[in-house]
């Protein structure tokens, strides 16, 4: 299993650390890089972005993490690609009225990252570089990698209909 991972200009320093830590990690993922593949403050984050995309849907049960400054533009992109399921972090502020997987309220800032993966079965994680540290990033990482999809039939069924 691969784990695809690009960004632009805005991402690249932090890609390349977490290239390593990802690495590091152990998770039996091959690490393939998409770009950007030097610091190029004029590139545009869908030259990058759409490869790994394409990869990831090519690639059936690999992931991608994909790096911007909010990683909402990113995740736009990506979403384009048939197949691609792209989920935004950016915050790890609580929404005042967050529920968790179970239905119940949460304050857990991270609740979102294990919706998209046990509801939505997320192949691709996009993060922003702008908003988030590089420690809150690794753990949001992980945690989107550690977490299974349910594979409901509710689920599979609403992600049959994108």
Known sequence: MKIYIGGDHTGYELKEKLKIYLSELRLGYEIVDK???KYDADDDYPDFI???AEAVAKDQGSF???LGGSGQGEAMCANRIPGIRAAV???EAVAQ???NIKGEKS???YEIIKLARTHNDANILSVSARFLSEDQIKFAIELFLKTEFYGD???KRRIDKF
Do not use: L, M, Q
Request: without cysteine; neutral net charge; aromatic residues 14%.
């Open 50 to 52: 759409r490869p790994v």
């Open 35 to 37: 770009g950007a593949f």
């Open 107 to 109: 304050v857990d800032s």
């Open 153 to 155: 039939e509710r689920h």
């Open 64 to 66: 991608g993490i994909i």
């Open 89 to 91: 972090f950016y915050s």
């Open 97 to 99: 009225s967050a529920i």
